[in-house]
């Protein structure tokens, strides 16, 4: 390493002007897209309880067969070198008065992750907002998947705190689900230094 | 570490040196406080899902995306600026295909955002949004006005710097950054917090543009280059 990467500041009350009012991706998949099509809500709180209502949520994910479209993902899937063509894999919302906003998209398959284990399900989520210096990263898992519990990224957070990531299903409508991102307080999200 | 379940590996990113970046509470900016963490992050090793993420290089860019004085019928009132420089990684690479994306408030420092109430005029031919790709060389060009310093609510008497912010995606997700640049010398440095909370005063200062001579250009625009750089990864990939 030669030089200091630049530091980080935040995004400000004001980032909906250059990259969300023309800019945001609510639909990571496409009608094309292979794959089991979900509708993620995503909810952002503050350390007294209070929705915040000028946060950003980026998405990053793989697609049904648990491939990034990226050419260092070298991963030959079913044959195909090639990720689904229906696929870039992004999204970016602002979350409205309520604090939260929604994506739709499709459940990505398993990653391979360290020491030849594959990871469960998961996606990619970095937030930024007023009051955040440097963007802060976690990963929404699917409650109820049977790999969560063999994934090596949910292994290295203590026990009690891995309910934090886990996206839970909405029993009401199928396909629906929740993920709440606490800043602080007793259900602080688990967030990861990458 | 970076074992793949198909024998690949993953050459590691590098982590960022300490005091290169901001901490996430930094009381003096008073919105940290409860929007900060207070429990230790957990360290993640990379894998596919920290080393790739969106690549915009086939992305449209239209012709005054980054030249934000030519976006409606007349011209901004304000200081025209040429912004320039190149984003390079840690090891000093360029990087090519970035989407960098910028806005910015007016030169009466007011910006085209319904949040935005304080009393300065907003200009019908000044949007403050742009956006562009790096080229081979990792160079980026915008044309733009100077934004104006604007007054806000963090403490008594509390004004921002001019500032004009960048968001700028790299070839990882984990390589993401969103900052903000600054002009030399200006005076409300000591007194901003957003500014002060990086505590390396080195890592601080490059967050400050500088006024370039080969860059400005006569008789239309003073110019200003701003290097940017991102988190780059070893040479060799770290075996299982």
Not at chain 2, 40 to 45: F, G, Q, R, S, Y
Not at chain 2, 83 to 103: H, S
Not at chain 2, 160 to 174: M, W
Request: glycine share 8%; proline share 9%.
């Amino acid at each position: 390493m030669d030089l200091v990467p630049t530091p980080s500041q935040t995004a400000g009350p004001y980032f909906h002007l250059g990259l969300t009012e023309t800019r945001s991706v609510k639909c990571i998949a496409d009608p094309q897209t292979k794959g089991e099509r979900i509708w993620l809500t995503c909810r952002v709180i503050d350390g007294h309880g209070a929705p915040v209502n000028d946060a950003m949520i980026e998405i990053w994910q793989a697609d049904a067969e648990g491939k990034y479209n990226h050419p260092d993902d070298a991963q030959d899937k079913a044959g195909e070198t090639t990720v689904d063509p229906a696929w870039f894999g992004f999204g970016r919302m602002p979350t409205a008065e309520d604090g939260s906003c929604e994506f739709e998209t499709i459940k990505p398959g398993r990653v391979p992750g360290s020491g030849k284990v594959l990871q469960a399900p998961h996606l990619n989520v970095a937030i930024f907002a007023r009051g955040v210096l440097k963007q802060l990263y976690t990963r929404a898992y699917f409650g109820g998947d049977p790999a969560n519990s063999e994934d090596p990224v949910i292994a290295l957070v203590p026990p009690p705190r891995r309910q934090t990531l886990i996206a839970q299903p909405d029993a009401l409508r199928p396909g629906h689900w929740s993920f709440d991102i606490h800043f602080q307080g007793e259900q602080e999200t688990v967030f990861f230094d990458v | 570490m970076g074992g793949l379940t198909n024998e690949r590996s993953i050459a590691q990113y590098h982590r960022m040196p300490p005091g290169s970046q901001p901490p996430s509470l930094y009381e003096p900016y008073r919105s940290t406080v409860r929007r900060s963490p207070t429990k230790p992050l957990i360290v993640l090793p990379h894998t596919l899902s920290e080393i790739t993420g969106p690549l915009y290089g086939h992305e449209k860019i239209g012709e005054t995306d980054n030249d934000l004085t030519r976006q409606h019928a007349g011209e901004p009132v304000g200081e025209r600026i040429v912004v320039t420089g190149r984003v390079l990684d840690d090891n000093g690479r360029p990087v090519p295909n970035a989407l960098i994306e910028v806005w910015q408030a007016n030169a009466t420092g007011r910006y085209r955002h319904h949040s935005d109430q304080h009393p300065a005029p907003l200009d019908l031919n000044f949007t403050g949004a742009g956006r562009t790709l790096t080229d081979e060389n990792g160079s980026y060009r915008f044309v733009t006005i100077k934004p104006g310093a604007y007054p806000w609510f963090n403490h008594y008497n509390a004004w921002r710097p001019a500032h004009i912010h960048f968001s700028v995606f790299g070839r990882a997700f984990l390589t993401r950054l969103v900052t903000q640049m600054y002009f030399p010398g200006d005076p409300l440095f000591a007194f901003d917090p957003v500014f002060q909370s990086i505590p390396d005063e080195k890592a601080r200062q490059r967050l400050i543009s500088v006024f370039d001579l080969e860059t400005t250009q006569p008789q239309w625009a003073l110019g200003f280059r701003f290097d940017i750089v991102l988190r780059g990864r070893d040479a060799t990939p770290f075996e299982a």
